[in-house]
């Protein structure tokens, strides 16, 4: 009876997708909060400096988080977290978020878009070294690979838009993207989302605040306070609280390939919102960005016994 089990669990996972309809939901969810910021970025960067836009980003949705805390009676569970909360707020918004900006001023977003894209290979690197979650299949640095390449017809390899300084802070935003989702899975799995979120934005917005007060613009439209906004109430406390559900429902290393579509949302809102044109890059990246990304969340169909 045991092993009759065992076979039909075998069978049934052989034909069952490695991501849950939920799964897929929160992921497409994602794509397209996280699609957003490139383009918002881009605006608010005009008139406001790249640390003032991390507070603005990070105080507003510590504010509106921390009813949620209250009501959740979260402080203890705060408290006794609060190194890692602390360390997952520098890596995945303190500095990167600083970077980004800062690098936004000086190249594309298009090539901005691209260099995120190492985030989920990255991801698999550090899945290697750490040795956790499941054995990586070949299928899945072919996943990785194609959804590359689609990123490269999409945005295109347009180097000449930047200069190493620029594109080496993108590749120190990349590691710390790839560090946070995985201090979420390892070290903060077992706290609430608003609570992370509360916290990690909390520290982040203390840290910058005497920045903040120093560098406000004398002038600021409200084309510009509208995408500081959006990025503060839905790419930051609403991002995140999503983000951690797709964490618990595909890993951490899956859970980055979302980036690919990203990349393909903010082309998207390159060319609906800046008149960007329509490229053959686009045109066949799209669909590469696609198919990379289902066989990078795929996981290898188990052997029969």
């Known amino acids: 009876m045991h092993k009759q089990e065992q076979k039909f669990k075998i069978c049934e996972s052989v034909y069952t997708f490695s991501v849950s309809k939920r799964g897929w939901v929160l992921f497409l969810m994602m794509a397209v909060i996280w699609g ?18 991390v507070w603005l980003r990070t105080a507003p949705a510590a504010l509106l988080l921390a009813p949620v805390v209250t009501s ?47 985030v989920p290979l990255l991801s698999v690197v550090a899945q290697r070294i750490r040795r956790t979650e499941d054995r990586i299949d070949p299928r899945r640095y072919v996943g990785l690979g194609v959804g590359a390449l689609g990123v490269a017809f999409l945005v295109g390899l347009d180097l000449g838009g930047g200069t190493l300084t620029w594109i080496a802070m993108m590749m120190l935003v990349c590691v710390g ?52 906004a959006v990025l503060s109430v839905v790419c930051t406390a609403g991002a995140f609280l999503t983000f951690f559900e797709l964490i618990k429902e595909v890993g951490s290393t899956r859970a980055v390939v979302v980036t690919y579509f990203n990349t393909a949302i903010a082309v998207v809102l390159g060319i609906t919102g800046l008149h960007e044109p329509l490229t053959g890059g686009i045109v066949v990246g799209f669909p590469l960005v696609i198919i990379g990304c289902v066989i990078a969340t795929s996981r290898p169909k188990p052997a029969l016994l």
């Open 72 to 118: 959740h009676r979260q402080w203890p569970a705060l408290m006794r977290n609060l190194k890692w909360i602390a360390v997952f707020g520098v890596v995945e918004f303190g500095a990167p978020w600083f970077l980004m900006a800062t690098a936004e001023q000086h190249i594309t977003s298009s090539l901005t878009s691209l260099l995120i894209c190492a």
């Open 36 to 53: 957003l910021p490139y383009l918002l970025i881009r605006v608010a960067v005009r008139q406001v400096d790249p640390g003032l836009l």
């Open 177 to 228: 993207y790839t560090l946070g989702p995985i201090i979420l899975a390892t070290k903060l799995n077992h706290v609430a989302g608003p609570t992370i979120v509360f916290g990690a934005t909390s520290i982040v917005a203390l840290a910058w605040t005497p920045w903040a007060l120093t560098h406000w613009p004398a002038h600021t439209s409200g084309e510009t306070w509208s995408c500081v």
